[in-house]
């Protein structure tokens, strides 16, 4: 009896233990749907946090590459000043097989804005150095173009001057009396008037112009030509010409203290009537047509290849 009793006891056991997994068993598939649950919102944080690695540790080294493509961009004001360096150097090459800056073509008010521009460096220079304003604005007017010529323009050189042995400082390859001269470079017009003063007052092949008389320009002119500051033998009519036509001479007055008095512009500049002196509105045309001769043959006489004339320029008409 006793034996059954246990025996009872041990199946109750059983029975009680089995009960209790059982009830046990109920959390653990709760447990389950939350892991699942749990495993959804891990889904969806690991598929955020990809997102947030990416944006920490992948999208850096995406923006380091547009850092790189833009570095051409901010250079690009580098590559600008290549094209500018570029098209200058072009320019440059183009004013080497241009005629003489004399050929160049300019207005009466280019050449007035350039006298009123230039007329007190002249007048300086004139008591400084003792050379004619007059023939300081003339030089610059004629060897310049006003300021239009290629070698004004690219150098700031307004009187022509060629580099020569004495001169270290920056220059430009043009076709002057030979191909591919050496002209000189300046920073500024301004110092292009000093040198120019510099020049002459240091050479002894010019010494003999300071000995001419301040306001005698006619004899400053021929004195340079002679001196071999210019090659074209019309170079003192050419001078002369714009001197007179612009009355250049009444700053050499204004330096001097005398009384200026003003010279008549003529047409013809000269005794000699072959010549003629190109004026305002002038053209190869208007001139064949005033003294009757065909634009082929001014051309020839005048050894002119081109259209363009200047003001101030003499031509031969017969």
Known sequence: MTRIMMFKKRIL???????????????VVRTVRTTNKTIARTKQTLHKKPNTTIVKSVKKPINSKPDIISKPIAQSPVNNSKTETNSKT??????????????????TAMVL?????YKDIAKNNMAKYGI???????????????????LSVQANNHFGIKCHKDWSGPSVKYDD??????????????????????????????????KLKKDDYKEWAK??????????????????GII??????????????TEYVPVNSKEQVSANSNLYQVSQGDTLYSISKKFNISIED?????????????????????
Do not use: M
């Open 13 to 27: 056991l059983v029975i009680a233990i089995s009960l209790v997994g059982c009830s046990t068993s109920q959390p």
């Open 90 to 107: 072009d320019i440059n090459s183009e004013t080497q097989i241009l005629e003489a800056t004399t050929r160049v073509k300019v207005t």
């Open 113 to 117: 804005e350039y006298i009123s521009k």
């Open 132 to 150: 004619p304003s007059s023939i300081i604005l003339g030089q610059g007017i004629l060897e310049s173009g006003a300021g239009t010529g290629p």
């Open 177 to 210: 009396d030979s191909a591919q001269e050496c002209f000189r470079k300046y920073n500024l017009p301004n110092e292009s008037y000093t040198d120019h003063a510099i020049f002459l007052t240091g050479r002894a092949w010019y010494q003999p112009l300071f």
């Open 223 to 240: 004195g340079l030509k002679a001196a071999g500051y210019a090659s074209d033998p019309k170079y003192p009519d050419k001078l002369i």
């Open 244 to 257: 007179e036509r612009y009355q250049l001479n009444q700053y050499d007055s204004e330096v001097l203290g």
């Open 298 to 318: 001014l051309k020839r006489k005048n050894d002119i290849s081109e259209n363009a004339i200047s003001i101030g320029q003499n031509l031969i008409i017969k």
